[in-house]
Every structure is written in structure tokens, then in C-alpha cells.
């Protein structure tokens, strides 16, 4: 038996660059970081007492004797990218609700897939977890996703990536220093707003609209290596940071109706009010979880604009995709 634990992400720039439809042409990038909470699964090989050859537990429970009956879309896939022949159990838990904006099914097609090559003996890289979870979520599951989720839950850290190219995905760490990024991290404040949303169905609204938002997608672009310079050039002021998140939230949301509503409209507006100096939906839009940069001194004031929502306390993280348990179990 083995558990991974892959990490979720935060997009601070980029998004929506980094959809194929977008990247193969014109080239996409964006800046992210992974955080302290997690996707888990664990997995075997199915013991041969089960009527059944699969066993897969997520928010319903499973039992199958082929792959093709399991309903659940990356687990079926995931298992026929890999040519898996064995039976298993699988058994998935994560800290944060699914279709909240943080890529958490990314995340999961990460971790499982992590777990099944692990299961096999075999070694696999972040680059290859990376590019396998893309082809099963873009070409298997014909999911409408980019390609960003997958690559910051494989790797991990604050990362700018960039897509397109030879190489199609291309990372590289943020060169900052462990104080500066403290200081970030301590000007970030992180809200649940409760509303479940389908990242799927708002990315086809925007895949589709991708043609007639080019100056505001390539504008989002160039905010990468704006973002970037802030925080790599220690004497830049990183307030700055927080209104340029504000500069691409703006611009975000008029991508698609769909990337926002009023309610959260409002919400964004009185955190502003209170003293955020920017923030944003994260995710492709429509709910789930408000990120905002505001000073320290001000976040009493953002809690209480804001205290009919969760607030969530998090951390960066640096490690990506891990197996944290592995036991080897008797091979009936």
C-alpha cells in the first residue's frame, strides 16, 4: 500500500495562456505557486477477497471487474494510459472542497498517476507526471483544461512556467529570497466563497471566446514577467505586486459572464474598501476561493468586510507530488 500527496496550486498571473488553443500559437506563461494543502491518495493491489477487480472511493464508492465501467473519468483513464492490468483499490481525501479553483482534479490525476508508477516499481519524473497528467485530462478525457494545474501539482515551489514550443512546458523557479517571500506569503489572505463551480464548463466559454480576447490575453501575458520582476528585484516595493493583481483581476473578469457574478463582485469590492490592494478568483472563475494581497495592518479589517466566509491559512510549499507511505503488501 502507498499514499502520494500532491499539492494544490495558487495562479497569481498567466491564466487562460495557458490553454493549447492559446499556447501553440501565440506562446503562454504563468506564475504560480504550490501551497500547504493537499490531494491524498492511497492505493494497492485489491486483495483477492472483493467480488470485484476495482474498488474506487472517492465522494461514491465503486466496485467493477473492468476498467471501462468506472465512471470516474481520470481514475479510468489514468489506469488505461498506464496499460495497468492488475486489479486495485483506491481511496481519495483532500483539504480543500473539489471545483474550488485550487486544481484539485489536476491534482488528483497527478497523485494517481504518481501512485501507479510507483505501484509498478517503476521511477517516474515531475516532468513526465506533468506531461502524462496533460495528455489524460486534454486527449483522454477531452476535459476543456489548461496546462498549468497539472505541471505546478507535479512540481511544486513558485515556479514561472511557461507553454508552447519545443519543450511544451518549461519551469523555472522564482529566484527569491526565503524573507521576501515570507513577507508575500504573510500578504496574502485566502477566502472560500462556497460557490461550487464547473472549471470545465467556464474554460469552454473562454476557449471559445479565446479569439476575440487577444489584446486581453496577451496583456495577461506580459503581467507575468511583471510580476516576476517585482519579486525578484529586492528593492521593488511588493506592494506593487498587490496592485498588479488587481490590474489582471480587472481584466480577468471581462473575459467571460462567467468568471464572476455580483455577489462576488461585492465581495472583491469590500475587501478593497477595507484595505486589500488586489486580488483575484482563482481558478478559471465562478466561485470557490478569493485570493487578496493586503498588508498585514489591514486584514483585521478585510475579516470583518468578509466574515460571513471561510478564511484559509495557508503556506508555500516546495515539494510537489510525493509518495509518503509505501509498504509493500503481500502479493496473493
Known sequence: MLITRTPFRISFFGGGTDYPVWYKEHGGAVLSA?????????ARYIPPFFDCNYRIRYVKLEETKTQKEIEHPSVRECLAHMAFSKGIEMQHN????????????????VG???ALYNLKGDEVGKRQLALDAIHVEQDRIKESVGSQDQTAAAYGGFNKIVFGGEQGISVTPVPVSRDRLLKLENNLMLFFTGYPRNASEIAKEQIKKTPERKVELAKMYSMVDQGYNILTDEKADLDEFGKLLHESWMIKRGLTSKITNDDINSMYSNARKAGALGGKLIGAGGGGFLLFYVPVEKQMAVKAVLSNLLHVPFK????????IYNVPTDNY
Open 316 to 323: 508555500f510549499e516546495n515539494l510537489g507530488s510525493q509518495v
Open 94 to 109: 483532500a483539504d480543500v472542497p473539489g471545483m474550488s479553483g485550487l486544481g484539485s482534479s489536476s491534482a488528483f490525476t
Open 34 to 42: 504550490t501551497i500547504d494543502k493537499y490531494c491524498y491518495i492511497t
Open 112 to 114: 494517481f498517476l504518481n
